[in-house]
């Protein structure tokens, strides 16, 4: 979707190093999701945000940090304690609600370490 | 928390067959069942889902049933094209207070000429 955007397409990790991926979207969704998708593995939940100023650790969420300052900016940084960082990362949004809506995508970035 | 499997792996089928791929969940608690295709290197884009509410929901080619007493539901594409090859991932929710979705592992689907 292009109310979405995710940056950069893609990202080098030295080791040691922390690198910070960015998701800006312009939907006025209200809920926002970070996802690793490692071959094979699907789309496992690192951390999500229903609201501003507020996250959850989804079910992989060691080595991983998220800010959620701005309803529209939900930043992910990958620590040096994420010792396999490789993969490629998706970021989602959805409207919120009593019931689950439809999560919409950016184009993800690819993290490699150098 | 919430277990989905999703089955088959991978699946090869001739233009104009039928696919079909398969997902059981854990959470009994679960009503939201979004079906995802990804193609290779891009975004996931939603294709269809389905509320507990109602047991199938069609649209075009593209149809998904869902059997709350059994916890599974199918994605069923007819009249396949080559434009179908692609990885579809099926999801649920939390069933829950909050939003989160667990995902399958995927199943790469590959439509032959």
């Known amino acids: 979707d292009g109310g979405i955007t995710q940056s950069p397409k893609y990202l080098f990790r030295k080791e040691g190093q922390n690198v910070t991926l960015s998701c800006e979207q312009n939907?006025?969704?209200?809920?926002m999701y970070w996802y690793r998708q490692d071959p094979g593995q699907g789309l496992r939940l690192i951390y999500y945000?229903?609201?501003?100023?507020?996250?959850q650790k989804g079910d992989i969420a060691e080595g991983y940090s998220v800010s959620r300052e701005k309803k529209e900016s939900f930043p992910l940084t990958v620590t040096s304690a994420q010792k396999n960082p490789t993969a490629f990362y998706l970021c989602?949004?959805?409207?919120?609600?009593?019931?689950?809506?439809?999560?919409?995508f950016g184009d993800g970035t690819r993290l490699s370490i150098l | 928390g919430e277990n989905v499997e999703q089955h088959p792996s991978t699946l090869s089928v001739q233009e104009g067959d039928s696919a079909v791929i398969k997902c059981t969940y854990s959470?009994?608690?679960?009503?939201?069942f979004p079906w995802y295709k990804q193609e290779l290197g891009k975004r996931p884009q939603l294709i269809i889902d389905?509320?507990?509410?109602?047991g199938e929901k069609k649209d075009q080619r593209i149809a998904v049933t869902l059997n709350k007493t059994a916890k599974h539901f199918s994605l069923h594409i007819t009249e396949t094209q080559p434009e179908d090859s692609a990885v579809y991932f099926c999801?649920?929710?939390?069933?829950?207070?909050?939003?989160?979705?667990?995902f399958g592992k995927g199943t790469l689907l590959t439509v032959n000429p």
């Open positions: 989602a949004s959805s409207y919120g609600g009593r019931s689950n809506q439809p999560q919409h």
């Open positions: 939907l006025n969704h209200d809920a």
């Open positions: 945000s229903q609201i501003v100023n507020d996250f």
């Open positions: 959470d009994s608690a679960s009503n939201y």
């Open positions: 389905i509320r507990s509410n109602v």
């Open positions: 999801a649920a929710d939390s069933g829950g207070s909050n939003y989160k979705l667990t």
